[in-house]
């Protein structure tokens, strides 16, 4: 659900100086940046961990914040997506090509593989094989929904930048599926 | 948590539109999210942790202190006054508070006692009583003079952070002074200082001067014309915003300010320039070191490419309403323009990449592949087809046209393989594409699967296989200017570290040269000299990185974004796009290098023998002074560091002379203390020795600024009308009024001042004064920095500060 953007500017300004009108943002937002964290991390714990490093950073910025013409989500997944990459500075990511390849069965096309939900989510560790930003581009496009320019305000990049990220990222799923299928039809 | 997505999100719809198998990949990918997992009393312990916190943060009061009245006390003498150190100012080592008893109020620093503080490094202080915060800040002062902002994570700790990078190699104290109060109303018994050390900086890591030209498209690339002079293909108006000089940046501060002092009306040599008046349009600009901009095109361009033949020179893509482009030639100043693409009656296309090959034809690139244009008639050959889904953009061309790297996503018919290549970074063996029965590679996985995979297309040899080079991707491929060498970011993969390889373009299946010492940071863009000896690192939020291909040496480094970079000719300058603006950066030598030069040898034995008289190795201090001087004698004991400030050379009679500056750190409750020695240095045979050391004796280091280092840079390197920057950098942040011609001065060795080329400027970031005189340094030039330097707490240098500069 998406706050009326008046009222979100409004709460904003009061979160600078009234704590009770920053828990009101976070009510609202935990569930996005927990979910975004997540699925970047794919672990409970991680994601934890990154849920409470935006929102204490965001409380301790919260006097400087200046509105940038994007939702105030924007800038909680601008320092959740900086808290994730130091996130995987400090520890590999878990997911690789190899998660995907457990998932690819030789038998079927790369969609009928996909198909099946249980199999689906799993095929969501292909992402995890990208290159960083085009990872984050697709997990912000494909599992937030959020707009280009949006997911182009929270990386620093142009709209057309975060387009050709998501369009590669989308190639490199699909190659990578590829590739796996390949492989195992060659065993 | 999650909402249910009934709607298939048409920003992807249309993004994904000629492909229906991503479309519908990308649905099931969106439909088949994978749910977290989430402890349901987390959600409601952080909020309880966030809101408590939040009560203690969010209080509404002044954010930031700087330098309160209190400060204005004589404080350097008070703090360093080894006296009153005794009597009044609590000295705390490790973080752990010497004097105070349980009872009383207290505070600690963990980094009090560090030696090696980062520059970046924040100054946490820890209260054991909540704090009135405002008596806290107001209570607050570092030495040397340094602005900063306080913030608070609760009421009992504090966050200093200074404004600007604390300066390198440097004692610090920070002092609370004891009106400092608790919510209760209690205060510390005494003054509390705490110290540390900042460390060195990195060996050849000089900051970038940058310039700022003026106003340029984000997206618009930067460029060096035929003439050597920097330019942008997009720009809107070319006046320097004010005060933006914030640095030398050689021939191009003497344009800006050229610019700035123009009158209305002036035209530019080519006669297209809009005089004084911002341009209504973006438009294609070159900036001559003198003089006004020169318009090479009154419409911005996407790309462009010059020649060094006859005629025609100047090739643009010059983007069109409908979203084609049109290839202009012209001459070399922007004149007698020709469109030669695309022919009457043909579709046009967008050209993203455009190169001159030879003198009559250029190579350009469309999503629909790489072309050839002849310039006389006009005829167009295909050189390579890419995929028609494809948006070419990730297409890199070589500067002379006769090679691209294209990704692997943009070849047509790519198939997919079984193996994967070996790795360079891990194993040093390229692989080649296989072929095929047509020259189509085979797509291919690196090791940790992390990277794209793109290839090396040979466009003079339509038949030849394209070569992998693996792990590569289109943001991150560059040529070298001679088009000799290509070089590409190995992404990480699991187990292996991100590495730059580089290879001949002549032999692009040879084994990879892994480039050293690439950077820690994801690299975004990367870029190549003239003849690829050096590298230039765009590294996203951590700025940019200039650095020597050899040895992997860091020429400069900058806190700027670059979007688009180019080396100038001689590879001495930067040209870049970032924040909005084109900005030029000299890639300065190491401090005091270019006198250095002259004196070759000389620079090596001076960092040798600082280095001896700091280990009190007495055996080198002898071996590298002449006969009869008695450097152990004069050398201080129980020195804590030693650099050199500056040098100057005297080829003619083959001396050095160089001021170096000896320091014993505080220790316990001992202030530190200093000395400024002078060193003479000749050569003796091949080698260099010390023939003449004048050190002082040690003493407290009086309050005020101090200058850290001198650096002279000669530029342009080889040009017609060279002019000397001098750089002088200070341990304080200093008051910009204080900075004038009048007190820092350049005096040659009779005492007579050289006029500077306007008054000197000032960096607060790197606390650096810029001085800029026509011509070089003569022989026995000296930097007087006066008593009227000015630091933010009103601190002045104790003495007038000299130092050689000339040769």
Known sequence: MTLPRAYEDQLVERAKTDADAFGELYDHYFGQIYRFAYSRLRDQDSAEEVTQEVFMKALRAMPRYRPSGHPFSSWLYQIGSNAIADHFRQQRPQSSLDAAVEVADPARSVADTVVESSEARRVWAAIDSLPEQQRTAMTLKLGEDLKLAQIGEIMGKSEGAVKLLVHRGMIGVRQRLGVVVAAEEAL | ?807
């Open chain 2, 1 to 807: 948590m999650s909402e249910r997505r009934d709607r298939f999100d048409p920003e992807l719809a249309e993004l994904l539109s000629d492909d229906p198998e991503l479309i519908e990949l990308a649905q099931l990918l969106r439909d088949s999210r994978p749910e977290p997992v989430l402890d349901p009393r987390f959600e409601a312990v952080l909020r309880a942790r966030v809101v408590r916190e939040a009560r203690t943060v969010l209080a509404p009061r002044p954010e930031r202190v700087r330098r309160p009245l209190m400060g204005r006390l004589a404080w350097g003498s008070l703090a360093l006054s080894a006296a009153l150190a005794t009597a009044a100012v609590a000295i705390f080592v490790g973080g752990r508070l010497l004097a105070p008893t349980p009872a009383s109020l207290a505070v600690s620093a963990p980094i009090a006692g560090h030696g090696q503080v980062n520059p970046d490094q924040a100054i946490t202080l820890s209260f054991n009583q909540p704090m009135n915060e405002q008596s806290v800040e107001a209570a607050l002062k570092i030495v040397p003079a340094t602005a900063f902002t306080v913030t608070w994570t609760n009421s009992e700790t504090a966050v200093v952070t200074p404004e600007h990078p604390l300066a390198a190699d440097t004692d610090y104290q920070v002092t609370v002074v004891s009106s400092a109060e608790s919510q209760s109303g209690q205060t510390l018994a005494t003054n509390t200082t705490f110290s540390f050390a900042t460390k060195p900086t990195p060996a050849g890591a000089p900051i970038l001067q940058s310039a700022n030209l003026g106003e340029a498209d984000s997206y618009a690339e930067a460029f060096w014309d035929a003439s050597g002079n920097p330019g942008v293909t997009s720009s809107t108006a070319w006046q320097p915003a004010a005060g933006a000089l914030t640095g030398p940046a050689a021939t191009a501060g003497s344009g800006t300010k050229s610019r700035a002092k123009s009158s209305p009306g002036d035209a530019s040599p080519s006669g297209t320039a809009p005089g004084l008046s911002p341009a209504l349009l973006p438009e294609v600009l070159s900036f001559p070191a003198v003089g006004t901009p020169v318009t090479l095109s009154r419409s911005a361009a996407t790309a462009v490419a010059f020649s060094t033949g006859p005629g025609h020179n100047l090739a643009l893509a010059i983007p069109q309403a409908n979203g084609t482009s049109v290839i202009t030639v012209a001459a070399a100043d922007g004149s007698a323009p020709t469109a030669i693409w695309p022919s009457a009656g043909t579709p046009g296309a967008p050209v993203t990449a455009l190169a001159w090959s030879g003198d009559n034809a250029i190579v350009f690139v469309t999503p629909a592949g790489i072309e050839s244009v002849d310039v006389t008639s006009f005829q167009v050959t295909t050189l390579f087809a890419l995929t028609a889904t494809g948006s070419a953009n990730g297409v890199v061309l070589a500067p002379d046209g006769a090679d691209a790297y294209v990704p692997a996503a943009d070849i047509p018919g790519l198939t997919a393989s079984p193996t994967s290549p070996a790795s360079p970074a891990a194993t040093g063996t390229a692989s080649t594409a296989t072929a095929t029965a047509t020259p189509t590679p085979t797509a291919t996985a690196t090791p940790g699967g992390a990277s794209e995979n793109g290839y090396l297309v040979d466009l003079m040899d339509t038949a030849a296989t394209p070569t992998l080079l693996p792990g590569s991707a289109g943001d991150v491929v560059a040529f070298s200017g001679d088009s000799s060498l290509v070089a590409w970011v190995s992404a990480a993969g699991d187990g292996v570290p991100q590495s730059v390889l580089e290879v001949p373009t002549s032999a692009p299946s040879a084994t990879p040269v892994s480039i050293p010492d690439p950077p820690s940071q994801a690299v975004a863009g990367l870029f190549l000299s003239i003849d690829g000896g050096e590298i230039a690192y765009s590294l996203g939020q951590d700025g940019l990185e200039v650095a020597a291909t050899g040895d992997g040496t860091i020429l400069g480094t900058s806190s700027d974004i670059p979007g688009s970079l180019a080396f100038s000719p001689d590879s001495t300058r930067i040209a870049y796009v970032a924040g909005g603006s084109l900005w030029v950066a000299t890639i300065a030598a190491p401090a005091g290098t270019p006198a250095v030069a002259e004196c070759p040898g000389a620079e090596q034995v001076l960092t040798q023998f600082v280095s001896a008289q700091v280990a009190g190795d007495d055996a080198a201090l002898t071996a590298l002074s002449a006969p009869g001087v008695d450097s152990t004698v004069d050398t201080p004991i129980g020195l804590s560091r030693g650099y050199a400030v500056s040098a100057g050379c005297d080829p003619d009679t083959a001396t050095l002379t160089a001021s170096a500056r000896l320091i014993v750190d505080p220790s316990g409750g001992a202030a530190g203390e200093v000395t400024d020695e002078t060193i003479t240095l000749a050569q003796v045979g091949t080698s260099w020795q010390v023939t003449q050391l004048s050190t002082p004796p040690l003493h407290a280091e009086g309050a005020g600024p101090k200058v850290l280092q001198v650096a002279v840079i000669l530029s342009p390197a080889g040009g017609a009308n060279p002019e000397t920057t001098v750089l002088v950098t200070f341990d304080s942040d200093l008051l910009p009024g204080s900075i004038t011609s009048a007190s820092l001065m350049l005096e040659d060795a009779s005492g007579q001042l050289l006029q500077q080329i306007g008054p000197p400027t000032y960096d607060a970031n790197t606390r650096t004064v810029t001085l800029t005189i026509a011509g070089t340094l003569p022989d026995g030039a000296v930097i007087v920095v006066g008593m009227s330097v000015s630091d933010i707490d009103g601190g002045h240098p104790p003495a007038p500060f000299t130092a050689p500069v000339g040769g």
